[in-house]
Every structure is written in C-alpha cells, then in structure tokens.
C-alpha cells in the first residue's frame, strides 16, 4: 500500500500573492502524480492560516520537499503522511519546513 503524503503551505492574508506566486511556480515543476489545489484563504480544519495543499505519494517526498524548499521563500509548509491516527499524522509523523504553526488537533481522528 502506498503512503499518500500532504503539503500543506501556509500564508497569511497579506501573503496572498506570495502564496499565488509561490502555486503558480509549483504547478508546472510538481512532478507527475502530484495534486495542487487551491489556495483556501481561511482556516480550515486544523490550519490555522490560509493554505494549499499538495498531495503524492511517498515515493515522490524528496521531490516535492526539494521543490518546496527552494521556491517557497519563508512560507511554513507542514508536510505529513495520511494516517488513520490524523493528530499522529500532523504532530510526531510531520515534518516542518521554516516556522511551526499551532494546528487545532481537537478537529482530527485521533484526538
């Protein structure tokens, strides 16, 4: 069974066209199998800030983490395998890149 992993990139609201930017570089350099979605300009979830997601599977984690690194210019991304235990999967699993956010954890399976 394959792992699918999330990105999630985080902004807030006057980071908006940052955020645009930094989606707009991604979607043609993601490698295939990769899922963009749309920036959400509220919290959702257990996000605390407005976000995108990208989801792929394992196999294509150092890709994506490469990509991410080098093009998201201070943006927090929190990247994390889909568990069935979620507040697993978003804490002791995940990996942050730049600044850590609060998430609420109360709103996940698991918790």
């Known amino acids: 069974m394959t792992t699918i992993y999330h990105a ?5 609201p006057e980071q908006s066209a940052q955020a645009a930017t930094l989606h707009a ?8 199998g ?8 509220r919290e959702v979830g257990p ?11 394992e196999a294509l984690l150092p890709a ?17 395998p889909e568990l069935d ?8 699993a995940a990996r942050w890149l730049g600044e850590p956010l609060p998430l609420k954890l109360h709103t996940l399976r698991g918790a």
């Open 85 to 92: 235990n979620e507040v697993t999967g978003h804490t002791t």
């Open 34 to 41: 990769c899922w963009l979605g749309r920036l959400i300009g």
């Open 8 to 12: 999630h990139v985080y902004f807030l």
């Open 64 to 80: 994506v983490t490469a990509l991410l690194e080098q093009y998201r210019d201070g943006l927090p991304v929190l990247l994390h």
């Open 25 to 32: 570089t991604l979607a043609p350099r993601l490698p295939a």
């Open 47 to 57: 996000h605390t800030r407005p976000m995108f997601e990208i989801d792929f599977a």
